[in-house]
């Protein structure tokens, strides 16, 4: 703030005035609420320190902005003002201690708390219990008439239930969209490949101006009452909860976390225990908004130029801020997608430091444009992964470069393949990448595989820790002397590790190239090829078409396959393992197991916890189901997880089974 004051307020209000119209009039913020907010702070500083600079038309003597133009004008008879912030619980007490005084009482004020919904303020007039107009809040004072696609609003309630509603009534709420429904949106726009929304805010506030009301319509928009603003011809309670609850009985949506709060110290209890469940709300809150809960009392205390002195908004740690793209990595996982990860100058959000953000796939890097030195917007949700949103091209530094996407796998230096239609790169190291070691050894271990005895995740993450183990053909090196120095592993445990990598060598052509782990070969694609060839060799030597020729290989499978014998290092491991024992009986293959999912089709979405999507689809493989990419009529059952969004939606329509995660588990483990 050195320098000039004068200089420093006008550039302020520019910067303000810019990003406010961006965010009321164009639907397009450009940068998150924590910035604005912080804007928002040293202005409203400089003004109070020089009171003789503030203006008529400054960004703290008014709401929004002005209407866009393209509909009607409404004058709100009320204003619909603004609220004052809270960041810190000081602000809080020092809130409620000025109501306090201002009132003259020294007993505990009682508030009325609910959830700071994130959407767009909507201003609904009821004449003789009928919709009769649906306006935005446009500057406070003048909002624009979008009566036609309020009606589209289905939670909107077009007449009033009951009786005993005054004549006249204006209420206020927020329209907004719920998680699911927004991902839902934004799954469609990106199958049309249409601009995606930024969050369920900016969705929320775009939707309700659309010119054609039809497009409001397709948009999942809620609506939820917060309060009134005029109305005559009848009474209403003495109390907002009061009005609230009878809002409610005449079919108005409100909040279902509303409460009651007697003194500060509630209202803290509240704002805590509603922060712990935040991200578990099926929509987004930006914090906690109390009210004096006695109407007179609210009269009493009035309001000032922009905001009324008996309610303020306690908010939550910003989820979204801005920094710098410092560079951007390729990690490779466990199952060999390589995933762009940006590597950024840490920066709080949400109460914790960021450094590192995923930036999912090389699509999504395209999409979002980003450069090495960009400015960008960065959100984070609870424990979900933060994302880079989206890139504050303004701030672009001159020569700034996109990040070279990987010819090669930065761990091992194999091959990276593309798949037609998919997103993600993956390595074809295989057996042989370090990053994919863990992954490689669990499946070909596993029970339907090799079938080692004893060898589980614990003992692998060990083996690979002390260095013994770095291929699968080093589990058949082991000796009793290494294994018994391990944690846990005695004499006898050791032997009886020994015993079971002995017993696995004998096995049999299907079962050991579905250990092989190749991409999607499953043990059904896996007993179909060596019943096709009858020998490993001539699996190996087959060309695309050939392969084609086998029952359940197409031609991503095929490629697949190709790939995989025609790179030298999995042949040398394969010759590892088999001049260290491995055997099974040519041109006569065992007959695998029945599978038991035979014939059954799933589908996966949202977040998995115990195991990766990758992991879940391998698993149900391995049990003959077939793992679809969408959810149809012939969907045997979906497999949900936190953040399900279309597929969900779609499951529901159709009366497709649900598991959530632990029903997951509970069907793999019954088919072990």
Known sequence: MAGDPAREVRRLREQLDRYGYHYHVLDDPLVPDSEYDRLFQALLGLERLHPELVVPDSPSQRVGAQPAGAFAEV?????????????????????????????????????????????????????????????????????????????????????????????????????????????????????????????????????????????TAARPLRFCCYGLGYHEGAALPPRHSEVMAALREWGLPTSEEAALATGVAQCLDYYRELAGRRDALPYDIDGIVYKVDQLAQQERLGAVSRAPRWAIAYKFPAQEALT????????????????????????????????????????????????????????????????????????????????????????????????????????????????????????????????????????????????????????????????????????????????????????????????????????????????????????????????????????????????????????EEIADLRALGVRWPDGDPRPVAAQPLQGQVFCLTGTLESLTRDEAKARLQALGARVAGSVSARTTALVAGPGAGSKLLKAQELGVALLDEEGLLRLLEQHR
């Open 75 to 215: 004058s709100h008879r009320v204003p619909m003002l603004s609220l004052d912030n809270a960041f810190a619980e000081d602000d809080l007490v020092a809130f409620d201690r000025r109501v306090r005084e201002r009132l003259q009482e020294d007993d505990a004020i009682v508030y009325a708390c609910e959830p700071k919904l994130d959407g767009a303020a909507l201003s609904l007039t009821y004449e003789n219990g009928r919709l009769v107009r649906g306006a935005t809040r446009g500057d406070g004072s003048t909002g624009e008439d979008i009566t036609l696609n309020v009606r589209t609003i289905r939670s909107v309630p077009l007449r009033l239930l009951g009786r005993g509603y005054p004549g006249l009534l204006e209420v206020r709420g927020e329209v907004f969209m719920a998680k699911a429904g927004f991902e839902a949106l934004n799954e469609r726009a990106q199958a049309r490949g249409d601009k995606l929304f930024a969050n369920p805010r900016n969705a929320a506030a775009g939707s309700l101006r659309q010119l054609d009301p039809a497009l």
């Open 324 to 571: 710098r793209l410092l560079e951007v990595e390729f990690q490779v996982g466990r199952t060999g997608a390589i995933t762009p990860v940006a590597r950024l100058q840490p920066v709080s959000v949400g109460g914790v430091t960021v450094s590192n953000a995923t930036l999912h796939n090389v699509d999504e890097v395209a999409r979002l444009g980003v450069c090495i030195g960009d400015t960008v917007i960065v959100r984070r949700a609870g424990d979900v992964i933060p994302q880079v949103l989206r890139v504050v091209a303004e701030r672009r530094p001159a020569g700034a470069v996109p990040p070279a996407v990987p010819q090669s796998c930065p761990v091992c230096g194999s091959p990276v393949e593309r798949d037609a239609g998919e997103a993600v790169l993956r390595c074809t190291g295989g057996l042989y990448c370090r990053a994919q070691q863990r992954e490689s050894i669990r499946h070909f271990a596993s029970r339907r595989a090799m079938h080692i005895d004893g060898l589980g995740e614990k003992l692998i993450a060990q083996l690979l820790q002390a260095g013994l183990v770095k291929r699968v053909s080093d589990l058949y090196r082991l000796t009793g002397d290494e294994l018994a120095g391990l944690e846990r592993m005695g004499a006898k445990s050791a032997d009886n590790l020994l015993a079971a990598l002995a017993a696995s060598k004998a096995t049999t052509l299907p079962r050991f190239l579905f250990a092989l782990g190749i991409r999607e070969v499953g043990e059904a694609t896996a007993r179909a090829l060596a019943e096709h060839f009858g020998s490993l060799e001539a699996i190996a030597a087959a060309d695309r078409e050939t392969l084609q020729s086998v029952p359940d290989v197409g031609p991503v499978v095929a490629e697949h396959i190709y790939h995989f014998f025609r790179a030298s290092h999995n042949l």
